[in-house]
């Protein structure tokens, strides 16, 4: 069983099976503005997710999600290190196209730790393209009620396998922060406030550095 495993998650490293996945990405038509990546960081259960789509509806990005990409790719995912392996590296020849192709992308996953970033920002650093980092934040008691509805009724577009369980075990190990300053994005009642506040920072941003 582990060596179909492994010879799965290493047939998955071919860019062949990336280039596949390409039209499941939700991209606008044509890109808007010059390409730029944004990765979400963020425990499970404070809604990365509806914020990236939110964020990427705003500045007429790709939203490029982790999770949906592991249900496309795994059956029963394992969450193993070749398994994140061979995911991240799909992650990135995606990334790739779409900065190519003008666009640009909100990196939906949970970044909490640096290894899980790298290879992201050296794409961005090689391409020449500016970067930013976005924290979700939530109150803890709403995160966890979060997880409790995924557990009665997941939502359709629902990919994340976390429960409390994971939930708890990722705070216990904790928020690697990087070494750049990042945005922190308030999931709560002003949501919508929030996304136009990042958004806005961003747009800012580009816009000085282009």
Request: proline share 4%.
């Amino acid at each position: 069983m582990k060596r179909a495993v492994r010879e799965q998650t290493k047939a998955l490293l071919d860019p062949a099976v990336a280039s596949g996945l390409y039209d499941l990405v939700p991209k606008p038509v044509r890109p808007a503005g010059a390409p730029a990546i944004v990765l979400m960081m963020g425990f499970p259960g404070v809604g990365k997710s509806h914020c990236a789509r939110l964020l990427a509806d705003r500045l007429g990005a790709a939203h490029m999600a982790s999770d949906h990409l592991r249900s496309q790719l795994f059956i029963a995912a394992s969450y193993g290190r070749r398994e994140n392996a061979a995911l991240f590296r799909i992650l990135d020849v995606l990334i790739e196209r779409l900065v190519g192709e003008g666009h640009r992308v909100i990196v939906d996953a949970t970044h909490l730790r640096r290894i899980y970033r790298a290879s992201t920002v050296a794409l961005a650093r090689r391409r020449g393209v500016p970067y930013a980092y976005v924290l979700v934040v939530a109150d803890d008691a709403d995160a966890r009620q979060r997880l409790r509805d995924r557990a009665r009724a997941r939502a359709e577009d629902d990919r994340s396998e976390a429960d409390e369980e994971v939930y708890d075990a990722m705070r216990a190990r904790g928020f690697e922060e990087p070494d750049e300053p990042y945005l922190t994005l308030r999931n709560g009642r002003d949501l919508d406030g929030e996304v136009a506040r990042i958004a806005m920072e961003l747009g800012a941003r580009w816009a000085a550095a282009s």
